[in-house]
């Protein structure tokens, strides 16, 4: 929980088990009862951890770099926010991965903690779930409708978000050469 859950994105998780659910391969309320009891008991982990550790990593060589002025500010945020700061952050990515280790670290009792963080696991696991339930139902209707032709359509949307990234890029760079060449040699 420590790595793995900063580096394996559990949105991506979260809407392949929907994806799954619709696929027939799982089945949805065991599913979506599996995932919630496994965030939970991860972020009952961090929290002790942050408990446990926080004061030992805010001693060391990377806590140091980090900055009293920052641990202050990450730790007045949480007591200003309390509970409605950890359930706002298993909404945001990365956040919802430090948040429950900030939380045991700045003292925050567990008691404030759980319930606050028990309803934005089912908030957000719920509802990634359900929208890679979905996905795969609009997958199969516009596969349905489309037939042989889906692959040309994705191909087609592929190309037309590259046009408009391009654009995008061309627009805050009217010199794209210039722009170019000064990020090839930084």
């Known amino acids: 929980a420590v ?3 900063l ?25 979506l009862l599996v995932m919630i009891v496994a ?13 446990r550790y926080g004061p030992r990593l805010r001693a060391s060589g990377l806590g140091t770099r980090v900055g009293p002025e920052r641990w202050q500010r990450a730790d007045g945020l949480l007591n200003r926010l309390g509970g409605r700061g950890v359930f706002a952050a298993r909404w945001i990515a990365f956040v ?19 319930p606050w963080n028990l309803a934005g696991v089912v908030g957000w696991v719920g509802g990634s779930v359900l929208a890679g339930y979905l996905a795969g139902e609009s997958y199969e209707t516009v596969s349905r409708l489309l037939g042989r032709a889906t692959g040309a359509a994705l191909v087609l949307l592929a190309a037309l978000a590259a046009v408009v990234l391009a654009g995008r890029w061309l627009g805050r760079n009217p010199d794209p050469v210039r722009a170019l060449l000064s990020r090839a040699t930084a």
Do not use: K
Request: charged share 15%; hydrophobic share 55%; no cysteine.
């Open 96 to 114: 919802r991965t430090l948040v429950p280790r900030l939380a045991g670290a700045a003292g925050m009792p567990y008691r404030r903690f759980a």
């Open 3 to 5: 790595i793995f859950g």
């Open 39 to 51: 965030a939970v008991i991860g972020d009952t982990l961090a929290f002790r951890a942050g408990r």
């Open 7 to 31: 580096v394996v994105p559990g949105e991506a998780t979260l809407l392949l088990v929907g994806f799954l659910a619709y696929a027939g391969t799982l089945r949805l309320a065991p599913a």
